[in-house]
């Protein structure tokens, strides 16, 4: 019997490129899966371009935004959904055929190795234009990123999970939920909590077209010395970090070891120490991004 999958897809404004992507979705040559969508208040023809696929459309009116609309579909996904894995989708994205195949031969293979706890498998990704032209081969290598720098320490400052790639077992979900108001994204909180109470594993292959184009949420933009310069005069901000760190704290207090408790205590008064003590904190911890230029900008900016 195949292994159910709920692929979650929210959507907003996206008639543009839903079509493209829910195609690629029924063209997977894995199709043990079922597709839960939410649509989260559009104005375009996005609702009609759902209903018109196979696939669950939940009721919504409300505009929560990407992080919130997300939090609904795992709600209904957990409460209403007999699968044992969960993805996420973007709706201006477009999947490699064998994308769903692949991650979850990695999710079994990592479920002999390690047994029932909580798992994540994320992907690299392929930056394209909005006609799918390459950008780059490779987000990771855009953005100087090593995503086996995993650790909970590293995922408290610097996300290295991107979410449209993610795939996550059952006993993640139900350890991660709800998801707060203090996480930056969902997939960074569930990443946050994977680190810490479970594994993480990771394809080191493009499994999707990672489109940019003008109305992108996040987007990819290129990390290089340039856009370093433009960006280490401005003052660097933890508070996002900081409002997630308490919310991990505050959920999970009574689970945590002795040491990560102080950690996470220290992180989330950093706003209130001296020069000296911020840069303390963070070296003590090793609460730092990814690659030199980053780091002194943090060090020298928070």
């Given at each position: 019997?195949?292994?159910?999958?709920?692929?979650?897809?929210?959507?907003?404004?996206?008639?543009?490129?839903?079509?493209?992507?829910?195609?690629?979705?029924f063209?997977?040559?894995?199709?043990?899966?079922?597709i839960?969508?939410?649509?989260?208040?559009?104005?375009?023809?996005?609702a009609?371009?759902?209903?018109?696929?196979?696939?669950?459309?939940?009721?919504?009116?409300?505009?929560?935004?990407?992080?919130?609309?997300?939090?609904?579909?795992?709600?209904?996904?957990?409460?209403?959904?007999?699968?044992?894995?969960?993805?996420?989708?973007?709706?201006?994205?477009?999947?490699?055929?064998?994308?769903?195949?692949?991650?979850?031969?990695?999710?079994?293979?990592?479920?002999?190795?390690?047994?029932?706890?909580?798992?994540?498998?994320?992907?690299?990704?392929?930056?394209?234009?909005?006609?799918?032209?390459?950008?780059?081969?490779?987000?990771?290598?855009?953005?100087?990123?090593?995503?086996?720098?995993?650790?909970?320490?590293?995922?408290?400052?610097?996300?290295?999970?991107?979410?449209?790639?993610?795939?996550?077992?059952?006993?993640?979900?139900?350890?991660?939920?709800?998801?707060?108001?203090?996480?930056?994204?969902?997939?960074?909180?569930?990443?946050?909590?994977?680190?810490?109470?479970?594994?993480?594993?990771?394809?080191?292959?493009?499994?999707?077209?990672?489109?940019?184009?003008?109305?992108?949420?996040?987007?990819?933009?290129?990390?290089?010395?340039?856009?370093?310069?433009?960006?280490?005069?401005?003052?660097?901000?933890?508070?996002?970090?900081?409002?997630?760190?308490k919310?991990?704290?505050?959920?999970?207090?009574?689970?945590?070891?002795?040491?990560t408790?102080?950690?996470?205590?220290?992180?989330?008064?950093?706003?209130?120490?001296?020069?000296?003590?911020?840069r303390?904190?963070?070296?003590?911890?090793?609460?730092?991004?990814?690659?030199?230029?980053?780091?002194?900008?943090?060090?020298?900016?928070?």
């Amino acid at each position: 019997m195949m292994n159910k999958i709920s692929i979650l897809l929210s959507t907003y404004n996206g008639e543009k490129y839903l079509k493209e992507q829910l195609d690629s979705l029924f063209s997977q040559s894995y199709q043990g899966f079922e597709i839960l969508s939410r649509d989260d208040g559009s104005s375009d023809n996005t609702a009609e371009i759902l209903n018109s696929y196979n696939i669950k459309v939940l009721d919504s009116a409300d505009n929560l935004g990407a992080k919130m609309s997300f939090a609904a579909l795992l709600k209904y996904a957990l409460d209403n959904s007999a699968s044992e894995y969960f993805m996420f989708c973007d709706q201006d994205d477009v999947w490699a055929r064998d994308k769903v195949e692949k991650t979850l031969a990695k999710m079994q293979e990592m479920e002999k190795e390690h047994g029932d706890i909580p798992l994540l498998v994320h992907t690299d990704l392929e930056v394209v234009d909005e006609k799918l032209k390459t950008i780059n081969s490779s987000f990771m290598d855009f953005q100087n990123i090593d995503p086996l720098k995993n650790k909970f320490n590293n995922l408290l400052v610097q996300n290295t999970i991107t979410g449209c790639t993610v795939m996550i077992n059952k006993k993640l979900l139900k350890k991660c939920m709800p998801i707060p108001n203090g996480a930056i994204m969902h997939d960074w909180w569930i990443g946050l909590v994977a680190s810490y109470f479970g594994k993480i594993g990771y394809i080191d292959e493009p499994t999707i077209k990672y489109r940019q184009h003008i109305s992108n949420t996040i987007g990819a933009k290129g990390f290089d010395t340039n856009f370093v310069l433009k960006n280490i005069s401005k003052k660097v901000s933890l508070s996002r970090n900081i409002s997630q760190a308490k919310a991990f704290l505050e959920r999970f207090r009574n689970e945590l070891d002795d040491e990560t408790i102080k950690m996470l205590e220290d992180f989330i008064t950093i706003d209130q120490k001296s020069w000296w003590q911020k840069r303390a904190v963070l070296l003590r911890y090793r609460l730092l991004k990814q690659g030199f230029l980053r780091n002194v900008g943090l060090l020298l900016k928070i």
